[in-house]
Every structure is written in C-alpha cells, then in structure tokens.
C-alpha cells in the first residue's frame, strides 16, 4: 500500500529549483481509485513555461559540452537511482494514475532499461564522409537539437518521464518535461531524486493542463515537441509547433486489430484476445488490440474461451499489490467509457463479459468498470470507429480477407496490428496489407527495445524506443573543407 503520499516538491521544477508559479496557481490531484484528493500541485501559465525555456537555454549550452561518454554515464547513473526508488515510484503512480501497483513496478524497470539503452548508444549519432576527390573532404556531423520538449501521457507517467527524457539528454538536449495533468506525482518526484546529477536548467518539470501544454508547443525558445496522448491533443501541438516550424514527434492514439485466421489455436487466440487488450491497464493504451477479428470457423470456439481468460481481471484498489486491474483515471473518463458501453447495447452488439460498474462496497467512491467483452460487432458501430481508451473490447467475425482487410484499415488510425496463423505466407501477406507502424505474429502487447515504435496515419509521426528516436533530436550539418593549395 501506499506509504508516501506525495513527493516533498509540489510547484515547478525550473533551473535546478523548485520554484511556486507566477500566477499563484495550485490545483488538487486525485487519486482515482478512492476519488479523494491526494495534495495540491502547481500549475504552470506560459509565463512560467517562458522562465523553464529560459533556464533550459542556459542548461543547454553547458549539457551540449559534455563529453557523449559522460553524458550516457550520467543517464545511467539515473538508471540506477529509479532502480533503487521503483517500489515508491510505482505506488505514487498507482495512487495517482489508478494503473495497480505491481504493474508499475514493472514501468520503473522498462523506464530504467530506456535510460540504459539511450546511455549505450551516445556515440551512434554518427555522420557521413562524402567522396569529392583530392582536393576535398566533405563530411557530416549530427548535433544536438536545443530544447526539448515533452508532453505526456496519463496512463503510464512514470515510465514516460524516465524513458522519454533518455533520447534527447543523450544527444545532448535539454528537456522540459510536461507531466500529465491528471498525474503529475511520479515525474516531480523524479525531479527531487535525480536534480543534482544533471547540469542546472538541463532537466525541468512544469505541471500543468492546456495553457502549459500549447505554450510548450508553440514557444520560440523550444527546438522540438514531442507528444503522447490523443489524436486531438497530437493535431493542437501540430497546429502549434507550425508558427515556429519545429518538428514534432507524435505518439497517438490507436484503434487497433488483432486478426486471427482459421487455422490458428483457439485457445492460444482467446489468450491473445485478452492479453492485447490491456485490461491491467483498464485498456487505457495506445497500443491495445481493441477491435479483434476472428474467423467464422473458429470464432465461437474463441468466445467461449473468453471468459476464463478474462476471471483475472478483476478491479481492485490500484495500491493493493494483490490488484490486477485498477482503476479509469478521472471520472470525465469513466463516465465517457460507460456511454460507449451504453451505445454499443443500443446498436445491438452481443454483450458477452463486463459491461458495467463492479458492486465490490470497497470500489464505490473511485472510479471503475468491469473487462468488458462485446461480440458481433459490426463495423458501423461506434465501439468499431472511436478509440475508447477503456477496457471495452469488440469481437468481430469475418470469412472473406478481403472485406477483412479492408475494415481492418478503414479507421483513421494505424498504431499496431496482431496476426494469427499458423500459415507464413498468410502471416506475411497479412503484415504487409495492415495499415499499421507496428505489427506482431502469433505475438500480442509486447515492445522491444531497440525495435521502432511508432504509428502510421492519425496514429502518430516519428519512431521511439530504438535508435532512430535518438537520431531524431539531432541534427545534420554538412561540412566541405577545400584542400586546394593556395595559388
């Protein structure tokens, strides 16, 4: 259980200080498992967002200096200390977000192995020679970009904080971290523990909500913005980093497939069904298989396996480590949840597990809903269209690939896909024909680091996690030198 309940720096992390906001601005953060207020944070105007770039300014020319090699010491010296403190870590994220507690011990670790992984690759950030002749060397350089900002996400705040600061700091950036307004804990603590091993100015953190986020955006003083959230959060950054013409790296939503061929298990695909959905989470990720595509000759057979898998999913209070499932993050969420649930009984879809408020007396004040399962859903139905971000999973059958792939592709967006079959040529025909940056086979939910993450459409611009993410907040120089003597 929870046995810290905030971290000691509640206002804006700026210049190596903790500094209160100009406008005097503080607002609760709650914690959705209980609904309670858990302390006030600060929230930042873009007068404050004006002090961080400063700051980072300065934090930048110092940081650009820095040997690679040090640099990716230090990112993995602040490895170590998010190793250390990943139990506090986690349960600050579990209190504040609603994602349960062993879950997010396991976040600390991904965010650890980032910092590891982006600390190791420093001097990757190689440039080319360009053949002239005698009379000439031409070579290229990669340097850093400036100031960085990022802007995050609720469903794993942690984890993006550590992980998303890694490529940037090791190219040699500073970064201003806009931590998740419903969020915010986890990302200011951070702040207090790794603060000194860092350059003053080199790493900020400015809680806030809008104001902040499109400030950030569209500041002359920032470099680069990159994004997690929502298509409709990725579009207002684009709009804004475009008066400046920075580049943006986005990380959208997803509306995702899982595609699963006669010839497959199953049993291995009602797992598949459940696992890539997410439910620990609530099916609050990007990258969950929400829309599941099962083939006529099978497809009973999986719908029936799908309660089983689904019993241990069970809501629970986010910082009991005994949760599996915790809690929808914010009660506006909830309640937008509830109202797809609502839609899809009303368009006729087959309610098949879930579909409601879990009557545990324990659960009543914070926010929660049931693993819900919906079959024969057909492709006009708004459970089909709209990312949910909910643990609201729609089952599908289908008999012609064709028609298939064609549903499969016929949503705005394209983060993820999963393909089972045992035939390889299906397999890769498959992979090939989804609309999608990321695609598994007879494999669901699980990233790689070092492969890229990313997606294609409305689902976002750029890719993370591998080494074409660091690249990304560098850039290209060309440099000619003559070797022609004089006269």
Known sequence: ?????????????????????????????????????????????????????????????????????????ILKAIAAVVRENARELAALDAANCGNPVREMIG?????????????????????????????????????????????????????????????????????????PE??????????ELIGGLLPEGVLSVVP????????????????????IGSV???????K??????????LELGGKNALIAFADADPERVAAAVVGGMNFTWCGQSCGSTSRAFIHRDIYEAVLARLPEKLSGFVPGIPTDEATTMGAIVSGAQHARILDFIASAKAEGARLICGGRVPDDPRLAGGFYIDPTIFADVTPQMRIAREEIFGPVLSVMPWSDETQMLETVNSVEYGLTCSIWTNDLVKAHRTALAAEAGFVWINEVAKHFLGTPFGGWKQSGIGREECLGELIAFTQEKNIHVSLKLPG
């Not at 569209?218 to 470099?223: A, K, R």
Request: hydrophobic share 50%; proline share 8%; net charge positive.
């Open 208 to 227: 806030g909500g809008r104001e902040a986020g499109a400030a950030l955006a569209s500041h002359p003083g920032i470099d680069k913005v990159a994004l």
């Open 232 to 238: 409709q959060a990725g579009r207002a950054v684009m």
């Open 182 to 191: 419903q969020a915010p804990l986890s990302s200011l603590r951070l702040a």
């Open 240 to 249: 804004a980093a475009s008066d400046t013409i920075k580049p943006v790296l």
């Open 1 to 73: 259980m929870l046995d810290k309940p905030a971290p000691t720096g509640r206002s804006l992390y700026i210049g190596g200080s903790w500094r209160h906001p100009l406008s005097g601005r503080y607002a609760a953060t709650l914690n959705p498992g209980t609904n309670e207020a858990i302390c006030d944070v600060a929230e930042a105007s873009a007068a404050d967002v004006d002090a961080a770039v400063a700051a980072a300014r300065t934090g930048f020319r110092i940081w650009r200096q820095v040997p690679p090699l040090e640099r990716g010491r």
């Open 107 to 179: 976040d600390a670790a991904i965010a650890a192995a980032q910092l590891d992984f982006f600390g190791g690759l420093v001097t990757e950030m190689k440039g080319d020679t360009i053949p002239m002749g005698p009379d000439a060397i031409n070579l290229t350089v990669r340097q850093p970009l400036g100031v960085v900002a990022r802007i995050l996400a609720f469903n794993h705040p942690f984890m993006f904080c550590a992980g998303k600061m890694a490529a940037p700091l090791a190219a040699g950036n500073a970064v201003i971290i806009k931590p």
